[in-house]
Protein backbone atom coordinates (compact mmCIF):
# COMPACT_ATOMS: atom_id res chain seq x y z
CA UNK A 1 0.00 0.00 0.00
CA UNK A 2 1.04 3.92 -0.72
CA UNK A 3 1.61 6.03 2.45
CA UNK A 4 0.47 9.57 1.21
CA UNK A 5 1.57 12.65 3.41
CA UNK A 6 0.04 15.91 3.38
CA UNK A 7 0.65 19.04 5.16
CA UNK A 8 -1.11 22.57 6.37
CA UNK A 9 1.21 24.95 7.43
CA UNK A 10 0.18 28.89 7.88
CA UNK A 11 2.19 31.56 7.38
CA UNK A 12 2.20 34.26 9.92
CA UNK A 13 -0.32 36.95 9.50
CA UNK A 14 0.53 40.11 10.95
CA UNK A 15 -2.01 42.41 12.93
CA UNK A 16 -4.00 44.64 10.55
CA UNK A 17 -4.74 48.48 11.13
CA UNK A 18 -8.41 49.17 9.24
CA UNK A 19 -9.81 52.80 8.77
CA UNK A 20 -12.59 53.57 9.67
CA UNK A 21 -13.41 55.82 6.91
CA UNK A 22 -16.77 56.85 7.55
CA UNK A 23 -16.17 57.06 11.09
CA UNK A 24 -19.44 54.86 12.48
CA UNK A 25 -17.42 52.44 14.35
CA UNK A 26 -17.19 50.11 11.55
CA UNK A 27 -15.61 48.95 8.46
CA UNK A 28 -15.83 46.49 6.05
CA UNK A 29 -12.93 44.76 4.58
CA UNK A 30 -12.05 41.52 2.32
CA UNK A 31 -10.73 38.85 4.83
CA UNK A 32 -9.67 36.82 1.64
CA UNK A 33 -8.10 39.45 -0.50
CA UNK A 34 -6.36 41.07 2.53
CA UNK A 35 -5.00 37.84 4.14
CA UNK A 36 -4.87 34.95 1.94
CA UNK A 37 -1.23 35.91 0.40
CA UNK A 38 -0.22 35.87 4.10
CA UNK A 39 -1.24 32.65 5.67
CA UNK A 40 -0.22 30.64 2.32
CA UNK A 41 3.07 32.27 2.47
CA UNK A 42 3.93 30.91 -0.87
CA UNK A 43 2.20 27.92 -1.49
CA UNK A 44 -0.54 27.58 -4.25
CA UNK A 45 -3.90 28.88 -2.94
CA UNK A 46 -5.50 25.39 -5.46
CA UNK A 47 -4.33 23.21 -2.64
CA UNK A 48 -5.93 24.74 0.15
CA UNK A 49 -9.10 25.73 1.93
CA UNK A 50 -9.25 29.07 3.79
CA UNK A 51 -11.57 30.15 6.14
CA UNK A 52 -11.66 33.01 9.07
CA UNK A 53 -13.53 32.80 12.20
CA UNK A 54 -14.29 34.88 15.19
CA UNK A 55 -13.47 32.03 18.00
CA UNK A 56 -10.70 29.23 17.94
CA UNK A 57 -12.96 26.86 18.71
CA UNK A 58 -14.62 27.47 15.38
CA UNK A 59 -11.72 27.94 13.76
CA UNK A 60 -10.31 24.18 15.00
CA UNK A 61 -13.79 22.26 14.12
CA UNK A 62 -13.98 24.66 10.70
CA UNK A 63 -17.52 26.06 11.27
CA UNK A 64 -19.02 29.16 11.31
CA UNK A 65 -16.73 31.13 8.72
CA UNK A 66 -16.60 34.46 8.51
CA UNK A 67 -18.79 36.42 5.51
CA UNK A 68 -16.70 38.17 2.92
CA UNK A 69 -17.34 41.05 3.51
CA UNK A 70 -16.35 40.93 7.06
CA UNK A 71 -17.53 43.91 9.33
CA UNK A 72 -15.34 45.08 12.15
CA UNK A 73 -16.25 46.50 14.71
CA UNK A 74 -14.63 47.72 18.22
CA UNK A 75 -10.80 48.73 18.57
CA UNK A 76 -9.81 45.45 17.93
CA UNK A 77 -11.01 41.93 17.15
CA UNK A 78 -8.77 38.78 17.23
CA UNK A 79 -9.83 36.62 13.92
CA UNK A 80 -8.64 32.91 13.69
CA UNK A 81 -7.21 30.82 10.70
CA UNK A 82 -7.84 27.82 9.25
CA UNK A 83 -5.57 26.49 6.32
CA UNK A 84 -7.01 22.99 5.60
CA UNK A 85 -5.61 20.72 2.72
CA UNK A 86 -7.98 20.27 -0.15
CA UNK A 87 -6.94 16.79 -0.70
CA UNK A 88 -6.94 15.34 3.52
CA UNK A 89 -9.94 17.59 5.65
CA UNK A 90 -8.18 16.33 8.54
CA UNK A 91 -5.04 17.92 7.70
CA UNK A 92 -5.38 21.83 8.78
CA UNK A 93 -3.79 24.34 10.56
CA UNK A 94 -5.86 26.38 12.97
CA UNK A 95 -3.05 28.07 14.96
CA UNK A 96 -2.40 31.19 13.37
CA UNK A 97 -4.48 34.42 14.48
CA UNK A 98 -4.47 38.24 14.62
CA UNK A 99 -5.80 41.47 15.42
CA UNK A 100 -7.63 43.78 13.35
CA UNK A 101 -7.55 47.39 15.01
CA UNK A 102 -10.21 49.67 13.80
CA UNK A 103 -8.82 53.34 13.65
CA UNK A 104 -10.66 56.09 13.76
CA UNK A 105 -10.09 58.79 10.63
CA UNK A 106 -8.24 62.32 11.72
CA UNK A 107 -10.72 64.76 12.19
CA UNK A 108 -9.91 68.26 10.89
CA UNK A 109 -9.81 71.18 12.00
CA UNK A 110 -12.60 73.67 11.24
CA UNK A 111 -11.56 76.33 8.73
CA UNK A 112 -13.70 79.51 7.28
CA UNK A 113 -14.00 80.07 3.54
CA UNK A 114 -10.45 81.35 2.44
CA UNK A 115 -11.13 85.13 1.14
CA UNK A 116 -8.85 86.28 -1.23
CA UNK A 117 -9.01 89.83 -3.04
CA UNK A 118 -8.92 89.69 -7.13
CA UNK A 119 -6.18 92.72 -8.21
CA UNK A 120 -8.03 92.91 -11.30
CA UNK A 121 -11.16 92.11 -10.28
CA UNK A 122 -11.82 89.34 -13.00
CA UNK A 123 -13.46 87.09 -10.36
CA UNK A 124 -10.28 84.71 -10.73
CA UNK A 125 -7.52 84.25 -8.14
CA UNK A 126 -4.89 82.47 -7.41
CA UNK A 127 -5.30 81.07 -3.43
CA UNK A 128 -2.52 79.69 -1.72
CA UNK A 129 -4.31 76.57 -0.18
CA UNK A 130 -1.72 75.95 2.33
CA UNK A 131 -3.32 78.58 4.37
CA UNK A 132 -5.69 75.88 4.86
CA UNK A 133 -3.49 73.45 5.99
CA UNK A 134 -2.58 74.95 9.89
CA UNK A 135 -6.58 74.91 10.83
CA UNK A 136 -6.83 71.69 9.09
CA UNK A 137 -4.43 69.75 10.74
CA UNK A 138 -5.00 71.59 14.02
CA UNK A 139 -1.65 71.73 15.39
CA UNK A 140 -0.64 67.62 14.95
CA UNK A 141 2.20 67.27 13.01
CA UNK A 142 1.53 64.07 11.96
CA UNK A 143 -1.01 64.83 9.59
CA UNK A 144 -0.68 65.24 6.06
CA UNK A 145 -3.15 67.36 4.36
CA UNK A 146 -3.55 67.68 0.47
CA UNK A 147 -6.03 69.36 -2.15
CA UNK A 148 -8.14 67.77 -4.85
CA UNK A 149 -10.76 69.21 -7.24
CA UNK A 150 -13.01 66.40 -6.53
CA UNK A 151 -14.44 64.79 -3.50
CA UNK A 152 -13.69 60.86 -5.49
CA UNK A 153 -9.94 62.66 -5.91
CA UNK A 154 -9.58 63.24 -2.55
CA UNK A 155 -10.69 59.92 -1.35
CA UNK A 156 -8.35 58.10 -3.67
CA UNK A 157 -5.27 60.22 -2.86
CA UNK A 158 -4.77 61.41 -6.51
CA UNK A 159 -4.51 63.85 -8.75
CA UNK A 160 -3.38 66.77 -6.08
CA UNK A 161 -4.07 70.50 -7.38
CA UNK A 162 -1.17 72.81 -7.71
CA UNK A 163 -0.51 75.57 -5.62
CA UNK A 164 -0.73 78.65 -5.97
CA UNK A 165 -4.45 77.31 -7.12
CA UNK A 166 -7.12 79.67 -9.34
CA UNK A 167 -10.53 79.44 -8.96
CA UNK A 168 -12.52 77.71 -11.62
CA UNK A 169 -16.35 79.15 -10.38
CA UNK A 170 -15.95 82.93 -10.80
CA UNK A 171 -15.89 84.43 -7.52
CA UNK A 172 -17.15 81.18 -5.58
CA UNK A 173 -15.25 78.18 -5.48
CA UNK A 174 -14.61 74.93 -3.37
CA UNK A 175 -12.02 72.09 -3.42
CA UNK A 176 -11.43 69.19 -1.51
CA UNK A 177 -8.86 68.66 1.35
CA UNK A 178 -7.72 65.40 2.31
CA UNK A 179 -6.20 65.24 5.89
CA UNK A 180 -4.22 62.13 6.35
CA UNK A 181 -2.59 60.26 9.18
CA UNK A 182 1.03 59.63 8.80
CA UNK A 183 0.92 56.73 11.06
CA UNK A 184 -1.92 55.22 10.67
CA UNK A 185 -2.90 56.00 6.48
CA UNK A 186 -6.57 56.98 7.70
CA UNK A 187 -7.58 60.05 6.40
CA UNK A 188 -10.73 62.16 6.11
CA UNK A 189 -11.83 64.60 3.01
CA UNK A 190 -13.72 67.57 3.84
CA UNK A 191 -14.66 70.37 1.18
CA UNK A 192 -13.07 74.06 1.70
CA UNK A 193 -14.44 77.50 0.58
CA UNK A 194 -12.62 79.93 -1.82
CA UNK A 195 -14.68 83.36 -2.33
CA UNK A 196 -12.90 85.80 -4.70
CA UNK A 197 -13.74 89.73 -3.23
CA UNK A 198 -13.29 93.01 -5.89
CA UNK A 199 -10.45 95.61 -4.72
CA UNK A 200 -11.53 98.92 -4.53
CA UNK A 201 -9.98 101.03 -7.45
CA UNK A 202 -8.24 104.70 -5.52
CA UNK A 203 -7.73 107.81 -6.99
CA UNK A 204 -3.99 109.40 -5.99
CA UNK A 205 -4.12 112.56 -5.55
CA UNK A 206 -3.14 114.86 -8.39
CA UNK A 207 -1.30 117.16 -6.55
CA UNK A 208 0.99 117.18 -3.12
CA UNK A 209 -0.57 118.80 -0.33
CA UNK A 210 1.20 121.34 0.44
CA UNK A 211 1.93 124.07 3.52
CA UNK A 212 4.28 126.74 4.21
CA UNK A 213 6.45 126.53 7.11
CA UNK A 214 4.90 127.40 10.68
CA UNK A 215 6.26 130.35 12.72
CA UNK A 216 8.91 127.96 14.23
CA UNK A 217 10.75 127.36 10.89
CA UNK A 218 11.81 123.90 11.22
CA UNK A 219 10.22 122.10 8.61
CA UNK A 220 7.54 120.94 10.00
CA UNK A 221 3.53 121.72 10.64
CA UNK A 222 0.39 120.35 11.11
CA UNK A 223 -1.59 118.89 7.81
CA UNK A 224 -5.42 118.04 7.78
CA UNK A 225 -4.86 115.15 5.73
CA UNK A 226 -8.90 114.10 5.58
CA UNK A 227 -9.20 117.14 2.82
CA UNK A 228 -8.34 114.65 0.16
CA UNK A 229 -10.63 111.87 1.32
CA UNK A 230 -12.90 112.88 -1.50
CA UNK A 231 -10.22 113.07 -3.93
CA UNK A 232 -9.00 109.79 -3.08
CA UNK A 233 -12.45 107.86 -2.94
CA UNK A 234 -13.30 109.68 -6.11
CA UNK A 235 -16.47 107.24 -7.51
CA UNK A 236 -16.50 105.15 -4.53
CA UNK A 237 -19.01 105.50 -2.22
CA UNK A 238 -17.63 106.88 1.36
CA UNK A 239 -19.91 104.68 3.31
CA UNK A 240 -18.75 101.48 1.98
CA UNK A 241 -15.24 102.45 2.21
CA UNK A 242 -12.79 103.43 5.16
CA UNK A 243 -9.88 105.41 4.88
CA UNK A 244 -6.43 105.28 7.34
CA UNK A 245 -3.15 107.01 6.74
CA UNK A 246 0.69 105.70 6.80
CA UNK A 247 3.95 106.61 7.09
CA UNK A 248 5.21 103.44 6.01
CA UNK A 249 3.92 102.17 2.69
CA UNK A 250 5.08 98.48 4.48
CA UNK A 251 2.54 99.45 7.89
CA UNK A 252 -0.25 100.23 5.37
CA UNK A 253 0.39 97.04 3.36
CA UNK A 254 0.23 94.62 6.12
CA UNK A 255 -2.55 96.54 7.92
CA UNK A 256 -4.37 95.57 4.21
CA UNK A 257 -2.97 92.29 3.92
CA UNK A 258 -4.17 91.59 7.58
CA UNK A 259 -7.71 93.24 6.81
CA UNK A 260 -9.71 89.74 5.78
CA UNK A 261 -8.07 87.78 8.83
CA UNK A 262 -6.96 89.71 11.60
CA UNK A 263 -8.18 93.26 10.92
CA UNK A 264 -5.26 95.90 13.24
CA UNK A 265 -4.88 99.34 12.14
CA UNK A 266 -2.63 100.08 14.99
CA UNK A 267 0.15 101.21 13.47
CA UNK A 268 -1.94 104.16 11.45
CA UNK A 269 -1.59 107.89 12.19
CA UNK A 270 -3.77 108.37 15.05
CA UNK A 271 -5.01 111.87 14.22
CA UNK A 272 -5.03 112.40 10.20
CA UNK A 273 -6.94 115.54 11.27
CA UNK A 274 -4.26 117.17 12.89
CA UNK A 275 -0.60 115.47 11.25
CA UNK A 276 2.69 116.66 11.85
CA UNK A 277 5.47 115.64 9.30
CA UNK A 278 8.25 114.57 10.38
CA UNK A 279 10.40 114.70 7.41
CA UNK A 280 10.20 117.28 4.25
CA UNK A 281 9.18 116.16 1.77
CA UNK A 282 7.31 113.11 2.92
CA UNK A 283 5.28 110.47 1.43
CA UNK A 284 2.58 109.47 3.19
CA UNK A 285 0.43 106.41 2.35
CA UNK A 286 -3.57 106.04 2.05
CA UNK A 287 -5.08 102.52 2.76
CA UNK A 288 -8.58 102.48 1.13
CA UNK A 289 -10.16 99.75 2.73
CA UNK A 290 -14.11 98.22 1.82
CA UNK A 291 -15.93 97.81 4.99
CA UNK A 292 -18.92 95.31 6.03
CA UNK A 293 -21.27 97.42 4.20
CA UNK A 294 -19.32 97.08 0.95
CA UNK A 295 -21.44 93.59 0.09
CA UNK A 296 -22.34 94.46 -3.88
CA UNK A 297 -21.65 93.55 -6.78
CA UNK A 298 -20.72 89.89 -6.72
CA UNK A 299 -19.00 89.51 -3.02
CA UNK A 300 -18.33 92.95 -2.26
CA UNK A 301 -15.03 94.30 -1.13
CA UNK A 302 -15.36 93.97 2.55
CA UNK A 303 -11.66 93.65 3.58
CA UNK A 304 -10.15 94.53 0.16
CA UNK A 305 -8.22 97.39 0.26
CA UNK A 306 -6.20 99.40 -2.45
CA UNK A 307 -2.87 102.14 -1.63
CA UNK A 308 -2.46 105.24 -2.97
CA UNK A 309 0.59 108.03 -1.77
CA UNK A 310 -0.27 111.28 0.03
CA UNK A 311 3.18 113.60 -1.16
CA UNK A 312 3.13 116.11 1.82
CA UNK A 313 5.85 119.40 1.17
CA UNK A 314 6.60 122.40 3.48
CA UNK A 315 7.61 125.19 1.98
CA UNK A 316 10.50 126.56 1.76
CA UNK A 317 12.98 126.35 4.95
CA UNK A 318 16.00 123.70 3.62
CA UNK A 319 16.00 120.49 5.85
CA UNK A 320 18.47 119.57 8.12
CA UNK A 321 19.49 116.30 7.35
CA UNK A 322 22.27 115.81 9.39
CA UNK A 323 24.61 115.87 11.38
CA UNK A 324 26.93 114.18 8.85
CA UNK A 325 30.27 112.78 9.34
CA UNK A 326 34.02 112.09 7.47
CA UNK A 327 36.48 109.77 8.21
CA UNK A 328 39.28 109.53 6.22
CA UNK A 329 42.72 107.42 7.03
CA UNK A 330 45.70 109.43 8.05
CA UNK A 331 47.40 110.46 4.88
CA UNK A 332 50.35 112.89 3.90
CA UNK A 333 48.57 115.06 1.51
CA UNK A 334 49.73 118.65 1.99
CA UNK A 335 53.18 117.56 3.65
CA UNK A 336 51.27 116.01 6.84
CA UNK A 337 52.20 112.57 7.88
CA UNK A 338 50.48 109.19 8.49
CA UNK A 339 50.73 109.76 12.15
CA UNK A 340 50.21 113.30 12.65
CA UNK A 341 46.28 113.10 12.91
CA UNK A 342 45.68 115.15 9.81
CA UNK A 343 44.00 114.09 6.10
CA UNK A 344 42.56 116.25 3.81
CA UNK A 345 38.71 116.00 3.01
CA UNK A 346 36.30 116.71 0.10
CA UNK A 347 34.04 118.18 1.74
CA UNK A 348 31.87 118.51 -1.54
CA UNK A 349 31.27 114.77 -0.93
CA UNK A 350 28.45 115.66 1.46
CA UNK A 351 26.58 118.15 -0.69
CA UNK A 352 24.31 115.77 -2.08
CA UNK A 353 23.46 113.91 0.82
CA UNK A 354 22.92 117.29 2.79
CA UNK A 355 20.82 118.85 0.00
CA UNK A 356 19.11 116.05 -0.86
CA UNK A 357 20.11 116.11 -4.39
CA UNK A 358 17.25 118.48 -5.25
CA UNK A 359 19.74 120.12 -7.53
CA UNK A 360 18.90 123.76 -6.32
CA UNK A 361 19.61 124.18 -2.80
CA UNK A 362 23.26 125.76 -2.55
CA UNK A 363 25.45 124.57 0.28
CA UNK A 364 28.86 126.95 1.80
CA UNK A 365 31.04 125.40 3.96
CA UNK A 366 32.76 127.26 7.16
CA UNK A 367 35.53 126.24 9.89
CA UNK A 368 33.10 128.13 12.61
CA UNK A 369 29.49 129.58 13.57
CA UNK A 370 31.70 133.15 13.77
CA UNK A 371 33.46 132.17 10.21
CA UNK A 372 29.47 131.90 8.80
CA UNK A 373 28.44 134.61 10.63
CA UNK A 374 31.05 136.63 9.11
CA UNK A 375 30.28 134.68 5.48
CA UNK A 376 34.25 133.73 5.80
CA UNK A 377 33.91 130.41 3.55
CA UNK A 378 36.28 127.93 3.35
CA UNK A 379 38.28 128.68 0.14
CA UNK A 380 38.62 125.05 -1.16
CA UNK A 381 36.24 122.62 0.14
CA UNK A 382 37.01 120.13 -2.28
CA UNK A 383 40.70 119.79 -0.71
CA UNK A 384 40.13 120.94 3.60
CA UNK A 385 42.60 119.89 5.62
CA UNK A 386 41.65 119.73 9.46
CA UNK A 387 42.76 121.09 11.93
CA UNK A 388 42.43 118.52 14.43
CA UNK A 389 40.53 115.21 14.83
CA UNK A 390 37.57 115.07 15.64
CA UNK A 391 36.54 118.63 14.25
CA UNK A 392 33.31 119.92 13.42
CA UNK A 393 32.74 122.64 10.92
CA UNK A 394 29.73 124.39 9.60
CA UNK A 395 27.61 124.31 6.42
CA UNK A 396 24.77 126.62 5.08
CA UNK A 397 22.00 125.42 3.35
CA UNK A 398 20.11 127.95 1.28
CA UNK A 399 17.09 126.97 -0.87
CA UNK A 400 16.25 128.87 -4.23
CA UNK A 401 13.89 131.10 -1.83
CA UNK A 402 17.07 132.43 0.44
CA UNK A 403 15.87 130.24 3.23
CA UNK A 404 18.99 129.28 5.34
CA UNK A 405 19.35 126.30 7.38
CA UNK A 406 23.04 125.24 9.24
CA UNK A 407 24.43 122.00 9.46
CA UNK A 408 27.09 120.23 10.93
CA UNK A 409 29.85 118.08 9.54
CA UNK A 410 32.13 116.04 11.88
CA UNK A 411 35.94 115.42 10.18
CA UNK A 412 37.56 112.73 12.24
CA UNK A 413 40.93 111.36 11.18
CA UNK A 414 41.05 107.36 11.79
CA UNK A 415 44.82 105.90 12.78
CA UNK A 416 46.34 103.40 10.56
CA UNK A 417 47.60 100.49 11.92
CA UNK A 418 51.05 100.35 13.59
CA UNK A 419 52.83 96.79 12.59
CA UNK A 420 56.00 95.41 13.49
CA UNK A 421 57.81 97.13 10.15
CA UNK A 422 60.97 95.22 10.12
CA UNK A 423 59.69 91.38 10.27
CA UNK A 424 62.35 89.04 9.95
CA UNK A 425 62.84 86.96 6.51
CA UNK A 426 60.54 84.29 5.59
CA UNK A 427 62.70 81.35 4.86
CA UNK A 428 62.20 78.06 3.45
CA UNK A 429 64.76 75.32 1.75
CA UNK A 430 65.29 74.86 -2.07
CA UNK A 431 62.76 72.73 -3.37
CA UNK A 432 61.80 70.76 -6.46
CA UNK A 433 58.17 71.95 -7.17
CA UNK A 434 59.28 73.28 -10.99
CA UNK A 435 61.60 70.12 -11.05
CA UNK A 436 64.87 71.77 -10.29
CA UNK A 437 66.19 71.58 -7.15
CA UNK A 438 69.45 74.23 -6.39
CA UNK A 439 67.37 76.85 -8.66
CA UNK A 440 66.51 79.36 -5.48
CA UNK A 441 62.89 78.76 -6.55
CA UNK A 442 60.77 77.70 -3.52
CA UNK A 443 57.23 78.02 -2.19
CA UNK A 444 56.25 80.21 0.96
CA UNK A 445 53.19 80.14 3.28
CA UNK A 446 52.98 83.96 3.90
CA UNK A 447 50.93 83.57 6.15
CA UNK A 448 53.12 82.32 8.95
CA UNK A 449 54.48 85.79 9.24
CA UNK A 450 50.98 87.10 9.91
CA UNK A 451 51.04 86.93 13.30
CA UNK A 452 54.82 88.65 13.75
CA UNK A 453 53.71 91.66 11.49
CA UNK A 454 50.66 92.30 13.17
CA UNK A 455 52.64 92.27 16.86
CA UNK A 456 49.53 91.66 18.39
CA UNK A 457 47.37 94.26 17.17
CA UNK A 458 43.93 93.66 17.00
CA UNK A 459 41.17 93.78 14.62
CA UNK A 460 43.38 93.88 11.58
CA UNK A 461 44.76 91.81 9.26
CA UNK A 462 46.95 90.74 6.21
CA UNK A 463 46.88 90.92 2.56
CA UNK A 464 50.21 90.02 0.45
CA UNK A 465 50.82 91.58 -3.04
CA UNK A 466 54.19 91.29 -5.77
CA UNK A 467 55.15 95.35 -6.03
CA UNK A 468 54.58 98.04 -3.61
CA UNK A 469 52.18 99.68 -5.98
CA UNK A 470 49.60 96.97 -5.71
CA UNK A 471 49.56 96.54 -1.98
CA UNK A 472 48.61 100.24 -2.07
CA UNK A 473 45.66 99.63 -4.33
CA UNK A 474 44.98 96.28 -2.64
CA UNK A 475 42.47 95.39 -5.71
CA UNK A 476 41.13 92.36 -5.01
CA UNK A 477 42.11 89.57 -6.40
CA UNK A 478 45.67 90.80 -7.20
CA UNK A 479 46.92 89.59 -3.59
CA UNK A 480 49.13 86.85 -3.74
CA UNK A 481 47.83 83.50 -2.27
CA UNK A 482 50.09 80.77 0.10
CA UNK A 483 51.46 79.00 -1.00
CA UNK A 484 53.15 81.03 -3.15
CA UNK A 485 56.52 80.24 -5.39
CA UNK A 486 58.98 83.17 -5.42
CA UNK A 487 59.94 84.78 -8.98
CA UNK A 488 63.37 86.05 -8.05
CA UNK A 489 65.64 83.81 -6.89
CA UNK A 490 66.81 82.91 -3.70
CA UNK A 491 66.21 86.17 -2.12
CA UNK A 492 62.93 88.13 -3.20
CA UNK A 493 60.56 91.27 -1.95
CA UNK A 494 56.82 91.34 -1.08
CA UNK A 495 54.38 93.72 0.21
CA UNK A 496 52.31 93.24 3.06
CA UNK A 497 49.65 95.23 3.48
CA UNK A 498 48.53 95.52 7.35
CA UNK A 499 44.27 96.91 7.23
CA UNK A 500 41.82 97.33 9.81
CA UNK A 501 38.82 95.24 9.69
CA UNK A 502 35.44 96.43 8.82
CA UNK A 503 33.78 96.20 10.98
CA UNK A 504 34.39 96.75 13.73
CA UNK A 505 36.68 99.61 11.98
CA UNK A 506 35.12 102.25 10.10
CA UNK A 507 37.47 101.90 7.16
CA UNK A 508 40.26 99.80 6.29
CA UNK A 509 43.06 101.75 7.19
CA UNK A 510 45.96 100.30 5.82
CA UNK A 511 50.25 100.19 6.33
CA UNK A 512 52.69 98.70 3.85
CA UNK A 513 55.36 96.55 5.33
CA UNK A 514 57.87 94.81 3.11
CA UNK A 515 59.15 91.64 4.23
CA UNK A 516 61.78 89.39 2.32
CA UNK A 517 61.79 85.85 1.11
CA UNK A 518 64.70 83.96 0.92
CA UNK A 519 65.22 80.46 -0.26
CA UNK A 520 68.11 78.53 1.54
CA UNK A 521 70.34 76.39 -0.73
CA UNK A 522 70.05 72.62 0.08
CA UNK A 523 73.91 70.63 1.10
CA UNK A 524 75.68 70.09 -2.01
CA UNK A 525 74.97 66.84 -3.70
CA UNK A 526 77.03 63.78 -3.60
CA UNK A 527 80.24 63.96 -5.95
CA UNK A 528 81.10 62.58 -8.59
CA UNK A 529 82.71 59.51 -6.49
CA UNK A 530 78.74 58.19 -5.01
CA UNK A 531 78.78 54.81 -5.61
CA UNK A 532 75.35 54.04 -7.52
CA UNK A 533 74.66 51.42 -7.85
CA UNK A 534 76.42 49.46 -4.97
CA UNK A 535 77.22 45.45 -5.72
CA UNK A 536 78.53 42.78 -3.47
CA UNK A 537 79.28 38.84 -3.81
CA UNK A 538 76.43 36.54 -3.04
CA UNK A 539 78.81 34.57 -0.77
CA UNK A 540 76.37 32.06 0.19
CA UNK A 541 73.94 31.76 -3.20
CA UNK A 542 71.13 33.11 -0.28
CA UNK A 543 70.10 35.88 -3.52
CA UNK A 544 70.96 38.51 -0.65
CA UNK A 545 74.33 40.39 0.27
CA UNK A 546 75.18 42.50 3.06
CA UNK A 547 76.03 46.08 2.11
CA UNK A 548 77.90 48.64 4.00
CA UNK A 549 75.84 51.70 2.92
CA UNK A 550 78.18 54.26 5.06
CA UNK A 551 80.88 54.08 2.53
CA UNK A 552 78.87 56.62 0.36
CA UNK A 553 78.68 59.04 3.50
CA UNK A 554 82.19 60.79 2.12
CA UNK A 555 80.85 61.09 -1.40
CA UNK A 556 76.94 62.53 0.10
CA UNK A 557 79.40 65.29 2.54
CA UNK A 558 82.21 65.65 -0.59
CA UNK A 559 83.79 68.54 0.71
CA UNK A 560 81.68 70.09 3.38
CA UNK A 561 82.46 70.27 7.00
CA UNK A 562 81.49 67.30 8.85
CA UNK A 563 80.27 69.74 11.98
CA UNK A 564 77.39 71.13 10.36
CA UNK A 565 75.43 68.79 9.78
CA UNK A 566 73.42 65.84 11.33
CA UNK A 567 75.03 62.28 11.08
CA UNK A 568 73.97 60.87 7.27
CA UNK A 569 71.17 58.62 7.71
CA UNK A 570 69.61 55.95 5.40
CA UNK A 571 66.09 54.83 4.19
CA UNK A 572 64.35 51.81 2.35
CA UNK A 573 61.65 54.72 2.01
CA UNK A 574 61.71 57.74 -0.09
CA UNK A 575 58.51 59.17 2.34
CA UNK A 576 60.76 57.46 5.28
CA UNK A 577 64.03 59.57 4.35
CA UNK A 578 61.51 62.84 4.19
CA UNK A 579 60.04 62.59 7.08
CA UNK A 580 63.25 61.42 8.91
CA UNK A 581 62.05 58.15 10.40
CA UNK A 582 62.60 55.15 10.35
CA UNK A 583 66.37 55.21 9.02
CA UNK A 584 68.03 51.82 8.90
CA UNK A 585 69.41 51.04 12.33
CA UNK A 586 72.79 49.19 11.15
CA UNK A 587 73.55 50.77 7.85
CA UNK A 588 77.27 49.08 7.84
CA UNK A 589 75.80 45.54 7.40
CA UNK A 590 72.51 45.98 5.78
CA UNK A 591 70.62 42.70 4.33
CA UNK A 592 69.14 43.41 1.39
CA UNK A 593 68.44 41.16 -1.94
CA UNK A 594 68.72 44.72 -4.03
CA UNK A 595 66.78 47.45 -3.39
CA UNK A 596 66.63 51.75 -4.02
CA UNK A 597 68.19 53.01 -0.85
CA UNK A 598 67.69 56.87 -0.12
CA UNK A 599 70.50 58.96 2.10
CA UNK A 600 69.56 62.19 4.13
CA UNK A 601 71.92 64.22 4.64
CA UNK A 602 70.74 67.70 6.75
CA UNK A 603 72.30 70.98 7.88
CA UNK A 604 71.81 71.76 11.38
CA UNK A 605 71.58 75.84 11.47
CA UNK A 606 68.67 75.32 8.67
CA UNK A 607 67.18 72.16 9.12
CA UNK A 608 67.40 71.71 4.91
CA UNK A 609 68.06 68.68 3.76
CA UNK A 610 69.15 66.88 0.66
CA UNK A 611 67.80 63.25 -0.55
CA UNK A 612 69.90 61.08 -3.42
Keep these: FDLIYTQAVSGDVEDYNLCDTDNTGDEAIDLAVTFNSQVLDGQLLGNYFITYHDTQIDADLGQNPLPTPYVASGASTQIFVRLENRSDPTCFDSSESFFIFLIAPPVPGFVAPYVVCDADNDGFAAFDLEEFTVGLAGGNADLLVTYHGTELDAQNGVLPLI ?45 PLRLCDDALADGFTVFDLTVVASEVLGGLDPLEYDLYYYELESDAILAGDLALTAPDFSASIANPGAYQNTSNPQTLYILVLGNPNSVLPNNGSNGCYDIVPLDLIVDPLPLDLGPFELFLCDDEIGGSTLDD ?23 TWYETFADELGDNPIVTPEAYQNTMTPQTIIGRLESEFGCRTLITLTLTVLPNPTPN ?16 FDDGISTFTLTDKDAEIIAGEPDVSVLYYATLDAAELGIAGTELLSPYTNTTPVSQ ?3 ARVFRDVPPSILPCYTIVPLELIVIALPDAPTSDFIDPMFVCDDDGDAQGVFDLTQNDPFVLGTQDPIDFAPITYYTALADAQAGTPSIGVPTAFVSAGQTIWVRLERLVTDCYRIS
Design 163 to 207: NPYTNDDIYNDSVWARVESNFTGCYTAVEVFLEVRDSPAATVPAE
Design 421 to 436: LSPTPLEVCDDDLNGT
Design 341 to 363: ELSTFDLTQVNDPATGSDGVTQI
Design 493 to 495: IVY
